[in-house]
């Protein structure tokens, strides 16, 4: 009894704390080496005009959530990251692309390609005051069928990940081989997130 009730009583307090950023275990930027083939098969890729974003880091998460929000991550709640991110990703033709997220919002990023790495790009946040997630992507695994991993260096220096996904829900089996990869790259798999889209409107 005495357990339980102190158990809940953590529970909410680190609800009610906000995101708390700095211990969400980034970990330093790394060198992705360039492969000798494309890791990606970029027709693929241009062909869907939508993605869903099953599983990540937990600092992804919350880059986007603040991103989106546009708020200080202590003024975030962790439920609201968890129930209603709902993040779809959009690559657009003009050179952008877009998140959306918690229903109406979303975040536009320039895309730049890298000259040397055909599996990279650099994005660059327009508008708004927080801008936490502009880096470079690199897409260092994929079946280019349903799913890609990509691994970004933040401006600040430090990197996460994500994984694009044609269906919200990653299956058994590719759930482990994108933990397998992340934890490969030195990610710290504690911190893997998944996000549920049963509860999306959109
Ligand atoms: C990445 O590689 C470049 C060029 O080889 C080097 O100057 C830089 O220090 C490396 N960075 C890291 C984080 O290892
Ligand atoms: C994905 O496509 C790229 C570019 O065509 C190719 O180099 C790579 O081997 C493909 N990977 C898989 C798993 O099919
Ligand atoms: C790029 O295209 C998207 C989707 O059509 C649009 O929402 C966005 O405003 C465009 N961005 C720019 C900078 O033209």
Sequence with gaps: MWYSTSFALLCIASVAQGLRFRESNDQPCFNISTPETPVLDLKWAASIDSFYYPAMSTGNLYRLAVDLLQKDPKDIRLSTVYYD????????????????????????????????NPDAFTYVGLGGIQDVSSGTLYTTLTDNKTFFFVATCMKNGEMTWGVGSTTP????????????HAMSLGFNTEDFTELKYDTCKN
């Design 85 to 116: 991110a709902c993040i779809k990703w959009y690559v657009n033709v003009n050179g952008t692309s877009t998140v959306k997220g918690f229903n109406v919002l979303t975040k536009e990023y320039a895309r730049t390609p890298l000259k040397d």
């Design 169 to 180: 829900t990653l299956t058994e089996e590719t759930k482990k081989i994108v933990l397998d």
